[in-house]
């Protein structure tokens, strides 16, 4: 193993096992992984019998990785897995399925009675507006109880669903409503985030203009203005009126498409990829059964954004398809004020939560003082994933948030429709920094650029080497590419275009992006170990490191970070450079460091990292901004490379 890759994961805390939530789940999870070890179809038969269904399959599975089917000849519905079987449930009927909150402190709550009625009420009203199955419903909203109505609406009558995020401006949503042929568009007349309305609305108004087969939006009055509607529009609240009677659950083939949800990159072409019915919703019922593991009583707030795959995934259907209660918020977690997060877990009884590593990076920036004002006694398991998670970040959570919470760090892609790997809590040992071992149902390997297994302790090239029901099935409308962008390099087995490496226990450590590997002087190095020896200062709260040309060694490597409170910019300088190159080797010591306010970040929580090496060298961002936060990150970038310019 290199010294760099001892340094990431000796960073961590010794393993670590929690106390099990029961004796019983420890051996359901031993008597899953026995039946993968015998054939990890059969762990998915198990899986699959945990939903009800129309028609029974017959075919577990056909076709290998770039042409799989799952349980070809039987018929199910994913709205009736979520919402209908516990609404018909005399137990979970008036149970809460969401606990909603909006950024001004509005609150909703809805039972599983209530979500199935006007689940079937809005899938009425699409039907009467000529949407039917196949057809393509963009939803373009923030976290509202009516994103779960449309999506399981969407659902109900195999209409395909997208979901736009609420930060998209006029182009981005042109271009992914033009690449999706929507023709339908659900969408809040505005949201509210950091105390501004975001004006949804209207940005769909000027989308529409270069688009003809947007037959029908549906207007949902978020915010109370009761905006005119135009040609075209309807009202949402008075379409779910005028259909009380509701419509049947249409019986679907498992491998139809269920939605397609679109990457954000460099590529001018937005690319949407598909994922199935019956896979989705089978394989996410486990993530969630797993990964947050439904006890009496639990809240879980999956704190990420609804046009984050995680959030269908996690709360939408699998937390549903669990029988799960689902709180759910729409603004930004630091508005009004830094309390937000504490105050929403206590408000509504969170017992379980799922976010993005900079929420835990955020919440160690605000201070223990204020983490020890809020004890969080009902709080269980947190649970990261979207980017990796540092080992001082999970250091201070697993001692400070809820006086030691379990923090489990868990990893997948919008391409796998699931995380696959992470540590179950209360049965797994839990190790900062690593995302455990594959789950059943899975298998990998890490492989040299050749394509050949490397052994533990060497990084390589991520590979999934057998389907799964969650993976994507292709690229809307493009399945060859589809085909060369995962099967291109490695044919027969999934690039995760991810580094990683297996430690000598069997944990899988994620690196970063393949593309994020810089070359410094003939020297291969990560820029996540680079990153781990930054955050490891106690000054710096997150860190982005990026690779930028150098005439003399290739590729330099350059830090953005921002600090604690009352930090001493400078001292803090001199010592990353200082640390890097002695701790990684004078290959790796950083060339500059840019201490700046804030990063530019997705709505996920994921730094954008393109982004940074783009202002650097070009002096503007040369690709897709549409998934960006907060514009204004972007300016503070610029403002500390200029005022890093000026120093010098």
């Known amino acids: 193993m290199t010294d760099s890759l001892n340094q990431l994961i000796s960073a961590s805390l010794l393993p670590l096992r929690k106390q099990c939530y029961s004796r019983e789940r420890a051996e359901e999870l031993l008597a899953a992984r026995a039946l993968h070890d015998e054939d990890p179809d059969k762990y998915w038969a198990w899986v699959a019998g945990q939903q009800?269904?129309?028609?029974?399959?017959?075919?577990?599975?056909?076709?290998?990785?770039?042409?799989?089917?799952?349980?070809?000849?039987?018929?199910?519905?994913?709205?009736?897995?979520?919402?209908?079987?516990?609404?018909?449930?005399?137990?979970?009927?008036?149970?809460?399925?969401?606990?909603?909150?909006?950024?001004?402190?509005?609150?909703?709550?809805?039972?599983?009675?209530?979500?199935?009625?006007?689940?079937?009420?809005?899938?009425?009203?699409?039907?009467?507006?000529?949407?039917?199955?196949?057809?393509?419903?963009a939803i373009y909203m923030p976290n509202l109880v009516e994103a779960f109505t449309a999506i399981h609406a969407c659902n109900r009558i195999g209409a395909i669903y997208t979901v736009l995020f609420s930060g998209f401006g006029a182009d981005a949503v042109v271009s992914r409503l033009r690449a999706s042929a929507a023709k339908a568009v659900v969408v809040a007349d505005a949201s509210y985030r950091r105390g501004k309305l975001v004006p949804l609305l209207d940005n769909l108004r000027t989308a529409r203009r270069n688009l003809d087969h947007v037959a029908h939006t549906i207007v949902v009055d978020r915010t109370g203005r009761q905006v005119p509607l135009q040609r075209g529009e309807v009202s949402y609240a008075e379409l779910v009126s005028a259909h009380p009677g509701g419509t049947p659950v249409v019986p679907l083939e498992p491998n139809d498409a269920a939605f397609l949800i679109f990457t954000s990159g460099t590529e001018a072409t937005p690319k949407g990829v598909v994922h199935s019915v019956g896979g989705f919703l089978v394989g996410?019922?486990?993530?969630?059964?797993?990964?947050?593991?439904?006890?009496?009583?639990?809240?879980?707030?999956?704190?990420?954004?609804?046009?984050?795959?995680?959030?269908?995934?996690?709360?939408?259907?699998?937390?549903?398809?669990?029988?799960?209660?689902?709180?759910?918020?729409?603004?930004?977690?630091?508005?009004?004020?830094?309390?937000?997060?504490?105050?929403?877990?206590?408000?509504?009884?969170?017992?379980?939560?799922?976010?993005?590593?900079?929420?835990?990076?955020?919440?160690?920036?605000?201070?223990?003082?204020?983490?020890?004002?809020?004890?969080?006694?009902?709080?269980?398991?947190?649970?990261?994933?979207g980017e990796p998670l540092d080992a001082d970040t999970f250091g201070w959570a697993s001692e400070h948030l809820a006086g030691g919470v379990p923090i489990v760090n868990a990893y997948g892609q919008t391409e796998t429709g699931s995380t696959w790997t992470y540590p179950v809590a209360g049965v797994d040992d839990l190790k900062a920094g690593s995302v455990g071992r594959p789950l059943p149902g899975h298998e990998c390997v890490v492989v040299d650029d050749n394509g050949e297994p490397v052994p533990p302790g060497t990084k390589g090239n991520l590979l999934l080497t057998r389907p799964f029901p969650t993976l994507a099935r292709t690229v809307w409308g493009n399945h060859d590419r589809y085909l060369s962008t995962y099967f291109g390099r490695f044919p027969g087995r999934y690039a995760t275009n991810d580094e990683a490496v297996f430690d000598s226990d069997g944990h899988l450590w994620v690196l970063g992006r393949a593309d994020d590997v810089i070359n410094v002087a003939a020297h291969r190095i990560s820029t996540m170990e680079i990153e781990a020896v930054v955050t490891a200062h106690d000054q710096v709260t997150e860190a982005a490191v990026i690779g930028v040309p150098d005439d003399t060694k290739g590729t330099v490597p350059i830090a953005f970070v921002t600090l604690m409170a009352g930090a001493d910019a400078d001292a803090v300088r001199a010592d990353l450079i200082r640390l890097t190159g002695e701790e990684l080797g004078g290959y790796a010591r950083l060339a500059r460091v840019y201490p700046t306010a804030t990063l530019p970040k997705t709505r996920t929580g994921k730094i954008m990292r393109r982004l940074l090496r783009d202002v650097l060298v070009t002096g503007r961002p040369e690709g897709d901004t549409s998934a960006m936060e907060d514009p204004a990150a972007l300016s503070a970038v610029v403002t500390a490379i200029a005022g890093s310019a000026a120093a010098r």
């Open 284 to 385: 996410t019922w486990a993530n969630a059964h797993w990964q947050v593991g439904r006890e009496p009583g639990d809240v879980y707030w999956v704190a990420a954004d609804v046009g984050w795959l995680t959030f269908p995934i996690q709360a939408v259907v699998g937390g549903l398809a669990c029988g799960m209660t689902i709180a759910c918020y729409e603004g930004a977690l630091d508005t009004p004020t830094n309390e937000r997060f504490y105050e929403f877990v206590e408000r509504h009884g969170v017992t379980k939560v799922l976010a993005a590593p900079t929420v835990l990076r955020m919440l160690r920036k605000f201070g223990d003082e204020l983490c020890a004002r809020h004890p969080l006694p009902q709080l269980k398991l947190v649970t990261v994933q």
């Open 52 to 137: 009800r269904w129309i028609r029974p399959w017959t075919t577990l599975r056909s076709g290998g990785l770039t042409d799989f089917r799952y349980f070809e000849g039987g018929l199910i519905n994913v709205a009736d897995n979520c919402v209908d079987r516990w609404a018909e449930d005399a137990t979970a009927a008036d149970t809460a399925a969401i606990i909603w909150e909006g950024e001004p402190g509005d609150s909703r709550t809805v039972t599983y009675r209530e979500l199935a009625a006007e689940v079937s009420s809005l899938a009425a009203g699409l039907l009467d507006l000529g949407v039917t199955k196949g057809d393509v419903v």
